[in-house]
């Protein structure tokens, strides 16, 4: 395989040989199979960068820090660093998709070496679930909750499931194939309940089976419904134009109880955050911590998110 030549080969094959090694710990032949994981994980410090694996593409971010080269300089050292990447993963260059943080207005831009198509499906575990690099701020799936996913499909049989901050469904798509007797799903975006229900269309799941565009304080105030599943994996901020303001640290212990008045008899409430400085509050004080065993092993950052279940 051709080395990288040029002033910054030395960082480029360092990344290289690194995520290379990380997918032989992964007991990965090739990333050229239909799932998602996280194969880099700003394991070097002077190579800040997260690249997660989408079905052979590269989803590829790129965080600021001191001393990573500047201008001209930047675009040569990022093609240096992905193309050895590329070549190492035997990945072609149509297939990265990258997110570049800009220094000098600390927005978030994007770009990507090739056009490979918008949207793909993806496997996890029984599940096949649609996801898109190049077109949205995410990618249709949050990789660091797939432990907390297939849990859920594991316990869901003949239960009633309800999927709060739902995003694009994935919780209950895998409820519904391990055998739900209903899902809710709710969410204020409809692109991300339309996408929610293609989802379960590419897993031709039919049945009792509801999605419901609403905001989750309003829909928790209004329905009158039991569950013995509940999973909230709410934003850390959310100010969308016709739904309540909604922080994670000052809300969510009204949010949390909210959801146990509508939690069944022997029910399970699953509750995660994002939100790195979360102090919880007295209504979660009868649940669990869980976060050691729901981020994934392909995660080093072990503070991706916290999870809480009760029981």
């Known amino acids: 395989m051709p080395t990288t030549t040029g002033a910054f080969a030395e960082k480029a094959e360092m990344l290289a040989n690194r995520c290379a090694k990380n997918l032989r710990k992964l007991r990965r032949p090739t990333v050229g199979t239909e799932d998602a994981f996280r194969i880099y994980d700003r394991d070097i410090p002077e190579l800040p960068f997260v690249i997660d694996v989408y079905a052979a593409?590269?989803?590829?971010?790129?965080?600021?820090?001191?001393g990573t080269?500047?201008?001209?300089?930047?675009?040569?050292?990022?093609?240096?660093?992905?193309?050895?990447?590329?070549?190492?993963?035997?990945?072609?260059?149509?297939?990265?998709?990258?997110?570049?943080?800009?220094?000098?207005?600390g927005s978030t831009q994007y770009g990507r070496f090739g056009t490979a198509?918008?949207?793909?499906?993806?496997?996890?575990?029984?599940?096949?679930?649609?996801?898109?690099?190049?077109?949205y701020l995410d990618t249709g799936l949050f990789l660091d909750h797939k432990p907390l996913r297939l849990r859920v499909g594991g316990l869901a049989r003949g239960l009633r499931v309800l999927?709060?901050?739902?995003?694009?469904?994935?919780?209950?798509?895998?409820?519904?194939?391990?055998?739900?007797?209903?899902?809710?799903?709710?969410?204020?975006?409809?692109?991300?309940?339309?996408?929610a229900e293609e989802n379960f269309s590419l897993n031709s799941l039919s049945g009792n089976h509801r999605f419901v565009r609403d905001d989750v304080g309003a829909f928790l105030a209004d329905d009158r419904g039991e569950y013995d599943v509940i999973v909230v994996d709410p934003p850390t901020f959310?100010?969308?134009?016709?739904?309540?303001?909604?922080?994670?640290?000052?809300?969510?212990?009204?949010?949390?109880?909210a959801c146990l008045r509508r939690l069944a008899p022997n029910g399970k409430l699953?509750?995660?955050?994002?939100?790195?400085r979360f102090k919880p509050g007295s209504s979660l004080a009868p649940f669990r911590e869980t976060s050691a065993e729901t981020v994934p092993p392909d995660f080093r950052d072990r503070r991706i998110h916290r999870s809480f279940a009760y029981p």
Do not use: M
């Open 163 to 195: 999927n709060l901050f739902a995003y694009t469904g994935a919780f209950s798509v895998h409820a519904a194939l391990g055998g739900a007797a209903s899902t809710v799903t709710v969410d204020w975006s409809n692109t991300y309940l339309d996408w």
């Open 69 to 105: 080269p500047e201008g001209d300089d930047h675009a040569e050292w990022l093609d240096a660093c992905l193309s050895a990447t590329a070549r190492s993963l035997q990945v072609g260059p149509e297939r990265i998709f990258v997110k570049v943080r800009d220094r000098q207005r």
């Open 270 to 276: 699953f509750f995660s955050t994002n939100f790195r």
């Open 57 to 66: 593409r590269l989803h590829v971010s790129e965080f600021a820090r001191p």
């Open 238 to 257: 959310s100010n969308r134009t016709g739904a309540s303001v909604f922080d994670v640290q000052r809300d969510h212990d009204a949010l949390v109880r």
């Open 117 to 135: 198509g918008a949207r793909f499906e993806v496997r996890e575990g029984a599940a096949r679930l649609w996801v898109n690099l190049g077109d």
